[in-house]
């Protein structure tokens, strides 16, 4: 059963982000599905890592956006993507370094992070970029 079901209550308009979004709730749903198999470490390891490439990805998509449209809460959105990618980092040296495991406490975490990001955070800039027509 997946973690996180997407629906269109999550959408920002904004069909480059929505993409990117439902991608990463896909890829979080795979390291769910990994960790209910009992799947092993290394094949956990490379689903957290593609997880966290990605989550740079889509965050430097949603920063390029900011510069070029003058999102004005752009500094603090950026804060807060920086404070997501510094734990997740540290979890993932810890992981790395068998001090920590991909539980449900870090599933809860990280779904009901991109959950709150995605409709607080996201939806702040949602207007103006349906405004300056971003696809």
């Known amino acids: 059963m997946a973690l996180f079901q997407w629906t269109d209550d999550y959408s ?3 069909p480059s982000i929505d993409a990117q979004h439902k991608m990463l709730v ?3 749903n795979d390291l769910h599905d990994g960790m209910s198999r009992g799947a092993g470490a290394d094949q ?9 490439e990605y ?3 889509h965050f430097a998509h949603e920063e390029e956006l900011f510069a070029q449209h ?3 809460e752009a500094e603090e959105h950026i804060a807060e993507h920086k404070r997501l990618v510094d734990q997740v980092l540290a979890f993932q040296t810890k992981f790395e370094a068998k001090q920590a495991s991909i539980n449900m406490e870090l599933m809860k975490f990280l779904k009901d992070w991109l959950i709150k990001h995605i409709m607080g955070s996201d939806r702040r800039y949602s ?3 349906v405004e300056k027509k971003v696809a």
């Open 70 to 72: 003058g999102f004005p």
């Open 12 to 14: 920002v308009k904004v």
């Open 26 to 28: 896909s890829m979080l």
């Open 55 to 57: 989550t740079a990805k």
């Open 127 to 129: 207007a103006l970029f």
């Open 44 to 52: 956990l390891s490379k689903i957290l890592a593609g997880l966290i």
